[in-house]
């Protein structure tokens, strides 16, 4: 090899060198704070867990699900107690699915603080799930 192309050789590396040192940092925050969101209707919590292979699992840190839970139509005696009651399932559901898959990591649910209605009456809940 010719002093030239060594030169070059040098000079690739040292660039992807000084690439990798400044966009390292950047790749690694974006990883860490990925968040897997989940709202379509078709595409359950379970059925996403089940998807995952062994090497994925460590890189889901965050999920936020939009869970169905009730019609507007139901009638409950206050929103506070259905609101309750809506955070309570949530907590339930989705610790449910997780435990089938027992990964043995610590997981924090925190339900959002009202429910969203669509057109057609459906409430859902937007939760937030972090494992670590």
Known sequence: MNSTSRHCDTGVLRVSRQIFAEVQPLVQRAAKNRTFMLCNINLCLDNFFRALNPENWKRV????????????????????????????????????????????????????????????????????????
């Not at 939009?66 to 399932?89: E, I, T």
């Not at 699915?97 to 009456?121: F, M, N």
Request: proline share 1%; charged share 30%.
């Open 61 to 132: 840190k965050h999920l936020q699900v939009d869970l169905f839970v009730g019609w507007a139509s139901d009638n409950h005696d206050g929103d506070d107690w259905f609101l309750c009651q809506m955070h309570r399932w949530a907590r339930r559901y989705v610790a449910g699915a997780l435990s089938k898959y027992d990964q043995g990591r610590e997981v924090t649910i925190q339900p959002a603080d009202e429910a969203k209605e669509d057109g057609q009456g459906r409430r859902t809940l937007t939760v937030d799930v972090y494992l670590k």
